[in-house]
């Protein structure tokens, strides 16, 4: 079966004067997915539905400069720490960090010079699994605070059965912390300007990592049994997200950590499943990931705008962000983020997109 090809094409002009472009991949059954140089963005994300009808799922907007002003992280790259750090600072070998506060008191998605804001180097390939684009980025040392320089290395893979594939990598010259992860939103729907409080969603957690008034761990896990947070089995996003839970309070609903159940390092086991059953369309998780960070936008921007000019409303999108725990960095009871020189990074998520039975 014939590969298309990487398609490539100006999409706007950075303020430093830098083009902009944006990366098409495309295969047989109708799926597409462009890519921007800026942020490393998943711009567009074309999946058929049951009766073969392609419909952008994700969210985003259709200029450079709308991104540029992006408050909400739309599709992009997030490093070099995914998530909160309380207060903006963490200790490595005795010696304290303080990083930028840019969420009231804490750090967030990698501060003002993250890696949602990079023009990435980006490199077009082509190889049996299917084709996409490596990106790559050097984060210098001091970087939003962080010790370190962080060359990384980003690999977006789509192959000719509908999986979109993310590949990471990191190496450091110093001691730093690193948490690498995706920030697209899905409304499977296609429809812009729905809710997706009528999607399925399946987590394989039994456990979630409860958090206080400013959204930061508490630091225990905390069985989802019984709770608003119990997606073990399949229900609708918008089941219980109303519930007068104080979890769900401080959330603005699903604002939270699960704790995925054993992860093997070949993916065999799904993280989560995202099913919008009008359309059929189906999206499948699997990831090398320790959790998984569920937002359901639940505190997007009244008269926020998006493509076409349409409002995208409360919990008009959800993000599945691969992650270690947020705040892993203060939280002795976490998975360390700690990366050393000699050492490789490496993280692995893949979204695999079809149709679900009526």
Known sequence: M???PVLEERFGTHPTGADVHAYLLQNEHGMRVRVLGYGGIVQSLHVPDRDGAPADVVLGF????EYLAN???FGALIGRNGNRIAGGRFT???REYRLTQNDGAHH???GGKGLHQALWSVEPFENSDGHGVVLSWVSPAGDDGYPGTLNVRVTYTLSRNNRFAIAYEATTDAPTIVNLTQHSYFNLSGARGSSVLDHDLQIDASLYTPVNDTLIPL???ATVAGTPFDFQRARTVGDRIHDADEQLRVGGGYDHNWVLNERTTDMAS???RLVHAPSGRSLELFTTEPGLQVYAGGTFTPGLSGKCGMEYPRFGGIALETQHFPDAPNQPGFPSTVLRPGETYTSRTA???GVASR
Not at 62 to 65: R, V
Request: glycine share 8%; no cysteine; net charge negative.
């Open 2 to 4: 014939t590969t298309l």
């Open 62 to 65: 259709d200029t450079l400069e």
């Open 71 to 73: 408050p909400f992280y």
């Open 92 to 94: 490595i070998d005795a």
């Open 108 to 110: 967030l998605h990698g």
């Open 219 to 221: 630091g225990v896990h």
């Open 270 to 272: 799904r993280a989560a």
């Open 351 to 353: 979204w695999q997109f």
